[in-house]
């Protein structure tokens, strides 16, 4: 069943959103050469002790995972493409780190995630992360009423080809609200036309996930971490998205 939220459960959810842009915005101001992953969460935990906020993230367990999740942020690097476990090794330079938080105030959930480069950029690195970016603004482009949700998924999968970059097949966005994941399943390739037709009042995680390589990934022994096969770099971003008669409106921008 997919919940539809009114305006004010909208301005709600902007309001975990505002949180969650500024974690991101800190664990990335703080992220550097040397800097460890586990630092980065702790950036994000102080963000939501100073605004009385919940982790969508911390004890989670989804159906894939073998355990609850142990941290706030995820924090993928270089060939992790999501859901990395903060670990004690420090960032080294031209590291890709992708890192993904989520919040909850008044019981109404923000997710989002962006991708950088820490010290010196390798273009290749550049341009993965500006496709993805940009496959996500099409995504985002494409939530309006009246499309369907594989609309949304042929606007992302499209820049994601178009670059030449892999897309792993079973991971993408999400509907959100009062829980972190909640129907519909949004997925980073489609076809126009098909699925679920886009109502106002939905609320969706749109979050493509691209590689350098091919499609294939694989499940660290932690459970967690997915990696590319080919040890390929992978990028990710993510916005929580209201769908509105005013267009789509990104609740997680700062
Ligand atoms: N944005 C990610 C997702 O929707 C965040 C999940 S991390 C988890 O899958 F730890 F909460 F699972
Ligand atoms: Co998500």
Known sequence: MIELKTPREF??????GRVVAEALTRARAAAAVGVTPVELDEVAREVLAEHNA??????YRPGFAPTPYPAVLCVSVNDAIVHGIPDNTP?????LVSIDFGAHINGWHGDSAQSFIVGTADPADVDLI???????????EAAVIGNRL????????????????????DFGGHGIGRAMHESPSVMNE???GRGLRLRAGMAIAIEPMLHIGG???RTDPDGWTLRTVDGTRAAHAEHTIAI??????????P
């Open 11 to 16: 301005a709600a959810m902007r309001v975990a």
């Open 54 to 59: 919940g982790s969508s993230f911390l004890g």
């Open 91 to 95: 960032l080294r330079d031209g590291d």
């Open 130 to 140: 500006a496709a993805t970016e940009r496959a996500l603004a099409a995504g985002i």
């Open 150 to 169: 594989g609309d949304i998924g042929h606007a992302i999968g499209t820049v994601a080809r178009a670059g030449g970059y892999g897309v792993p097949p």
């Open 190 to 192: 489609g076809t126009p």
């Open 215 to 217: 499609d294939d990934y």
């Open 244 to 253: 509105t008669e005013d267009g789509p409106q990104i609740l997680t921008a």
